[in-house]
């Protein structure tokens, strides 16, 4: 019973919100502008001059896979406030480098459409859906006075905030995660790429760190129709509690998750290296969540060095049959939450190596709150996908007529260094012999998983009700108990083809 009540789902430790309900920090200044609406005459020069660039780089379609780019527009024209960290402009200024280079003519482009209420809740809810889809936009905070007040599936708050157009902005999320598992499924991709979407927070019927919908569970549920088994990645600089939660009793999904652990300071405090899923042998999830805590500061050449000894023995043991990979931007250095060293460069070798199996991959985006850098990491790794790293890398600076250069700063350069972009690198406060002690928990842990799946076949959907039924009812029950003892405390992804 003492191994229960270390369950992070059962005894939730404090949660730090993200938002100081007072901050002495600078109000942001917001570069939202509604989208321009260029002339033809506007939209034919950039094409060209983003064609022209592809050339002179030597950019080109990858050869012997298909990588597609699925995104909608209308995600960027929303807005969490003023003060919140979260800006869905960083997506247009990503889009903005992704074009400039041409790389979208590398692609294919799926304007992906907004997930339907069904879609939502093979998931979430339709408590929580319905909420979400009818209540009022709430223009102050609800917790502005900094207590806990009891909000209704922890929305309404500074962190998770009622605005304007949240059901859409979910629903969009969730689309374009869904239509890039739909297309990994039909074979139409070999890696697809929604950077909307990676809101890994998201519970089943809670709101949580930024996150409504959880895009990610929508599209691995997609993806268990036609895979074995899927394995779940996480680099944003938080741990990624919603994906290994809705996953916690299944074998067909094991979740590894990077990420900055300070339980009592940084959310959302889950996450230890302990942590490896339900401690019952009896259930198929035990040992199939894999969590990687780290401490500030930590630089590429040891995330990198980490980030593939785990993950090599992950696929070794696991043999997963398609990866998810959320690519938080959080963990870059510079981020206005996160505090890595990370540049683009270690960031982006991860995908590189992710590449490099070969297996099906979605690539979704995540936290990242310095937009220009959001935006860097994020084109770099299209780049990654499409097998351009060193032709985008072959010039320092960004295109000239990338939209909105003038704010990506440091001397506009693609890649800018550490002294760019903090003066003084952080203190790294991860020692090696805390890395090799990572992988040795990690190694052991996988002793205990092998890649026969508990069910036999392919083409069938996943019992959904089963594995989360248990879930909760596990929850209930460790919830009962420690009351007792009184004093302890996912018609088709028809995303249509985007113009060029
Ligand atoms: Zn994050």
Not at 3 to 16: D, G, H, M, S, V
Not at 222 to 243: A, M, N, P, S, W
Not at 373 to 402: C, D, K, M
């Amino acid at each position: 019973m003492e191994a229960e009540r270390t369950n992070p789902y059962t005894f939730r430790l404090p949660k730090p919100n993200y938002l100081p309900h007072i901050t002495n920090e600078p109000i942001v200044e917001e570069v939202f502008k509604p989208l321009d609406r260029p002339s033809e005459l506007e939209n034919a020069a950039y094409r060209n001059k983003a064609k022209r660039t592809m050339q002179e780089l030597g950019i080109t379609t990858p050869k012997g896979y298909d990588v597609s780019f699925h995104y909608n527009p209308e995600m960027e024209r929303h807005h969490f406030g003023q003060t919140h960290p979260m800006k869905p402009w960083r997506l247009t200024l990503t889009k903005g480098l992704v074009t400039a280079y041409g790389m979208h003519y590398t692609m294919k482009n799926y304007t992906a459409r907004a997930a339907t209420y069904d879609e939502l809740t093979s998931f979430h809810t339709s408590d929580y859906v319905d909420f979400l889809a009818t209540v009022a936009p709430q223009p102050t905070p609800l917790d502005l006075d900094g207590t806990n007040s009891d909000l209704k599936f922890n929305l309404g708050g500074s962190d998770c905030p009622l605005f304007e157009g949240l059901y859409n902005y979910c629903s969009l999320s969730g689309g374009a995660s869904l239509d890039a598992a739909r297309k990994l499924c039909t074979k139409q991709s070999d890696i697809a790429i929604a950077w909307g979407g990676g809101l890994h927070h998201a519970k089943r019927s809670e709101a949580s760190g930024f996150c409504y919908v959880n895009d990610i569970v929508i599209a691995i549920l997609q993806l268990l129709r036609v895979h074995k088994r899927v394995l779940y990645i996480d680099i944003d600089v938080h741990h990624g509690d919603g994906v290994e939660e809705a996953f916690f009793s299944t074998d067909r999904v094991m979740t590894v998750s990077f990420h900055k652990y300070d339980p009592m300071n940084f959310f959302p405090g889950t996450g230890a290296l302990e942590d490896n899923g339900p401690k019952s042998e009896h259930n198929p999830g035990a040992h199939h969540a894999i969590n990687v805590p780290l401490n500030d500061g930590i630089t590429d050449e040891q995330y990198k060095w980490l980030f593939e000894n785990v993950i090599s023995r992950c696929v070794e043991k696991f043999k997963p049959e398609a990866i998810v990979l959320q690519c938080g931007a959080d963990s870059l250095a510079g981020d206005r939450l996160g505090k890595f060293n990370l540049l683009v460069q270690g960031h982006g070798s991860c995908v590189e190596y992710c590449k490099g199996l070969g297996l099906p991959m979605i690539i979704v985006g995540g936290g990242g709150y310095t937009p220009k850098n959001v935006a860097r990491a994020w084109a770099y790794e299209t780049a990654i996908a499409t097998n351009n790293q060193s032709n985008v890398a072959a010039t320092a600076e960004i295109p000239l007529h990338t939209p909105y250069r003038k704010n990506f700063e440091y001397d506009s350069v693609l890649l800018p260094s550490i002294e760019q972009i903090l003066g003084d690198a952080r203190q790294n406060r991860n020692t090696q012999k805390r890395l090799q002690e990572i992988i040795q928990h990690v190694t052991e842990q996988l002793r205990f998983v092998s890649a026969a799946p508990s069910v036999q076949c392919s083409i069938i959907p996943p019992d959904l009700g089963g594995i989360r039924d248990d879930v909760e009812r596990r929850i209930k029950e460790e919830f009962d108990e420690r009351n007792e003892e009184g004093r302890k405390d996912k018609e088709e992804g028809v995303g249509v083809p985007m113009e060029h």
